[in-house]
């Protein structure tokens, strides 16, 4: 039988690397990506996972954007206008904008982008119509002006110009010419990039057709394995490679070729209740309905050790989806205490039977999505097992088999998950859960106290006070345990000295400012 102890120094044993096919240096004016996962669409309101956005925010504009401090600049809009109600927003467009087809692009594209989103014909599950449109209350969008255009939403709210900003647009008589299924493998874009080619689970190349963008080419080479990503890069086969493996950082470092670059990111890394009625068919699905089940879990992780152990960074664990400095400080953090654990799933009505097991249940994760996510999985499943919980671990391709089940919200019983954050504020955090509908409220929670918390913030604007209210959904979160607390996942970047960048801490690999180093 393996023990904690096993599994937990297994995530430290450097990895051999691969064999590197010959690959030629890329030319001066291409830049090359490793990733671990490949995309599943480009059709924008399709869109889910950050890996996805990151290749398809290079070819679609968006109204504004997101500094790397988090405060919102113009892009595709000069301008904005906020209502003296707070019930719309008014974007003002920049003139001579372009789609990829020479469509001109202005108010009514945006307007349509918007609403083709919120169409339930279309059944789209991204984060735009999951996300962001339930966080604001998304009432609709019309074209005031060839050169306006007006968002409403549902009530205040000081971040909606920060969520608006994350939807893609694109040109109305393009797309009203497309399917769903070439509109998601064909797109026609709207930024400084288009889509050349798509080879599934290999590579995408994008050409650039209009500023910003130093590189006339970009390419991602989908590179599952981290030991191989590292390998090419050191190599010189690929310029950046994401989710470095905490076993590479040396090989990198030492290479003369590369180094790592490391931040701590804004990702929240949980493992989710899902409490979706039909997942209380079975055993471990119905025994966590339960919050006192929920709780007593928290417990089992010694998650400071897996940070370690298998991760190569001391973390302190999270209390909830919030990150520094906008969390509730008044939190203390789950301590790893089996003991507490056993104590009170016993006292929850789940002992232990004769062969030691007080429930079973199914865990399911990524293999390759996140940092070390597989050891990291089946570290967790052994620390439920150690106090009595049988854990099945399932491990997925994220693209074509996990990234479904999630939007779908069918992963589970317990699912393994990174949700992205901000530094901003902490609304912006809590926003997974605007309401029980949300499409990133992955869980199906539904606590009533959570939600009134967001009905008063509503007709709140003092700082002071709404830092009460925010703080108060924060407990309440902490106390009825929607998810497994685990930690704020750093990012290690691996960078060529061929290039000049430096990575975000909130995940977005935006290429257009790199450069050929001096």
Same mark, same amino acid.
């Given at each position: 039988m393996k023990t904690m102890r096993h599994l937990l120094m297994a995530g430290t044993v450097a990895l051999v690397a691969p064999m590197v096919p010959a690959f030629a240096a890329p030319p001066a004016d291409t830049i090359v990506v490793g990733i671990s996962a490949d995309a599943s669409t480009f059709d924008p309101p399709q869109i889910s996972s950050r890996d996805n956005s990151n290749i398809a925010s290079h070819i679609f504009g968006t109204l504004t954007e997101i500094s790397p401090e988090g405060e919102v600049i113009p892009s595709l809009a000069s301008s904005y206008v906020e209502a003296e109600d707070g019930l719309s927003i008014t974007y003002t467009m920049q003139s001579d904008l372009t789609c990829e087809d020479g469509e001109v692009l202005n108010a009514e594209d945006v307007a349509y982008s918007f609403t083709r989103a919120a169409d339930p014909a279309n059944a789209f599950t991204g984060s735009t119509p999951g996300f962001v449109f339930s966080s604001i209350g998304f009432k609709g969008a019309e074209a005031v002006s060839d050169s306006e255009v007006k968002i409403n939403i549902a009530a205040r709210n000081p971040i909606a110009p920060s969520l608006i900003g994350e939807v893609m647009i694109h040109c109305k008589d393009s797309y009203e010419k497309l399917s769903l299924e070439d509109a998601s493998a064909k797109p026609v874009a709207s930024g400084s990039y288009r889509l050349v080619s798509w080879d599934r689970g290999s590579q995408v190349v994008l050409e650039k057709i209009k500023d910003p963008g130093t590189f006339k080419t970009i390419i991602y080479r989908i590179i599952p394995e981290a030991s191989t990503r590292s390998a090419e890069l050191i190599a010189g086969n690929v310029d950046i490679i994401t989710n470095v493996a905490p076993d590479q950082l040396d090989a990198i470092n030492g290479s003369g070729a590369a180094e790592v670059k490391s931040v701590q990111g804004t990702r929240r890394i949980y493992v989710g209740f899902n409490q979706r009625e039909d997942f209380a068919s079975t055993p471990g699905g119905a025994a966590i309905q339960k919050p006192e089940v929920r709780r007593a879990m928290q417990y089992a992780i010694d998650v400071p050790s897996i940070c370690k152990q298998l991760l190569n960074f001391e973390c302190t664990r999270a209390t909830g989806m919030v990150n520094a400095p906008n969390n509730n400080a008044a939190l203390t953090p789950y301590p790893y205490d089996p003991d507490m654990a056993e104590k009170l799933l016993d006292e929850a009505g789940y002992p232990r039977d004769a062969d030691g097991v007080r429930f079973t249940i199914k /865990?399911?994760?990524? *293999?390759? *999505?996140? /940092?070390?996510?597989?050891? #990291? +999985?089946?570290?967790?499943?052994?620390? /439920? $097992?150690d106090i009595g919980i049988q854990t099945e671990v399932e491990l997925m391709e994220f693209a074509s088999v996990y990234v479904p089940l999630i939007n779908k919200h069918d992963a589970?019983? /317990?699912?393994?998950? $990174?949700s992205g954050g901000n530094l901003a504020t902490a609304e912006y955090d809590m926003t997974d859960i605007a309401t029980p509908d949300s499409g990133t409220n992955y869980t199906g929670w539904n606590?009533?106290?959570?939600? &009134?918390g967001w009905k008063k913030l509503e007709t709140?604007? &003092?700082?002071? +006070? *709404?830092? #009460?209210v925010l703080d108060e959904m924060q407990k309440v979160f902490y106390d009825d345990s929607p998810w497994l607390l685990l930690y704020f996942q750093p990012d290690f970047y691996g960078v060529s000295k061929r290039i000049t960048w430096d990575p975000r801490r909130d995940e977005r690999v935006y290429l257009q400012g790199a450069t050929l180093a001096p």
């Open positions: /865990l399911q994760g990524p *293999r390759g *999505r996140y /940092l070390n996510d597989a050891n #990291v +999985e089946q570290a967790i499943g052994q620390y /439920l $097992g589970g019983p /317990l699912f393994f998950l $990174g606590n009533q106290q959570w939600f &009134d709140l604007t &003092d700082p002071a +006070e *709404r830092k #009460v």
